[in-house]
């Protein structure tokens, strides 16, 4: 039976996935910062194990717990929103540690097993905001983009050991987290100057119809990880397949 590691667990994207797997019969290894009671069904299949990716020791003893995997699926991150004028370097550098560094780390630490057994899969949840320009969105964006551009040249680098690597790219999602995660780290607000625009951002939000739930990611996930033919990049969810499609 074939094991799958899956970062930032605890709501959202994360949580789904680990379900979705879990019902079709994998062992799964449940990881976020700090392991509490989710909603995930009992079972001896299920291991939750504390993990910060922003952490090398906890990177370490995490793997190390694990064992031997068949798939990661770095789906840990924050998310950001807010104009680069509102934005200090220390939330920026937050914002590119998890999720950029964080699945860097995560990915340099399962490669050797992968390598060493000439097989394995890479799965890494980005966004869609990668493939147009978004308003307020500039470093969050950048953060997902430099996840694109790294493993699209990672993967060419895997392919003679018979690794995969993939991208999954999600769209808005209200149902998940992101907003409060955003918020936390707005701890000044908008800049006054942009008040206007973040006005006519929003509307325009609330009249979108098109969003991503997070089953779709995770048939996305299990997709990348189960079908050897798949993209190296994934859009899951409906107004992500229309933004890939345009």
Same mark, same amino acid.
């Given at each position: ?14 949580? @789904? ?17 700090? =392991?509490? @009671?989710? @909603?995930? =069904? ?86 869609? +905001? ?14 997902? &983009? ?21 991208v999954v790219l999600p769209g808005r999602?209200?149902?998940? $987290?992101? /907003?409060?995660?955003?918020?936390? $780290?707005?701890?000044? /607000?908008? =800049? ?28 996305? +996930?299990?997709?990348? +990880? ?6 190296? $990049? ?10 890939? /499609? &345009?």
């Open positions: 039976m074939k094991t799958v590691l899956i970062t930032g667990c605890s709501s959202g994207f994360g949580l @789904e996935t680990a379900r979705y797997f879990l019902e079709r019969d994998w062992h799964v290894v449940a990881t976020m910062r700090t =392991p509490r @009671e989710v @909603e995930l =069904p009992h079972a001896d299949r299920l291991r939750v194990i504390a993990l910060d990716v922003t952490d090398p020791d906890s990177i370490r003893q995490a793997v190390d717990a694990a064992g031997p995997i068949d798939a990661l699926v770095n789906n840990a991150g924050i998310g950001y929103l807010n104009a680069l004028e509102g934005t200090s370097m220390d939330v920026a550098r937050e914002v590119f540690e998890t999720n950029t560094l964080g699945t860097i780390a995560m990915t340099q630490a399962v490669l050797p097993q992968f390598r060493e057994r000439k097989a394995g899969v890479v799965v890494n949840v980005t966004s869609s +905001v990668t493939l147009k320009p978004l308003h307020l969105l500039s470093v969050y964006t950048a953060s997902k &983009a430099a996840v694109n551009a790294f493993s699209e040249s990672v993967a060419l680098e895997l392919e003679p050991f018979g690794v995969r690597m993939r999602a209200p149902e998940t $987290r992101f /907003g409060e995660n955003a918020r936390s $780290r707005m701890q000044g /607000g908008f =800049p006054d100057a942009y008040a206007g625009l973040v006005q006519q951002v929003f509307a325009q939000w609330q009249q979108e119809s098109a969003i991503t739930h997070s089953i779709d990611v995770a048939e996305a +996930v299990w997709r990348a +990880v189960n079908d050897a033919s798949s993209p190296l $990049r994934i859009a899951a969810g409906a107004d992500a397949v229309a933004l890939a /499609g &345009a």
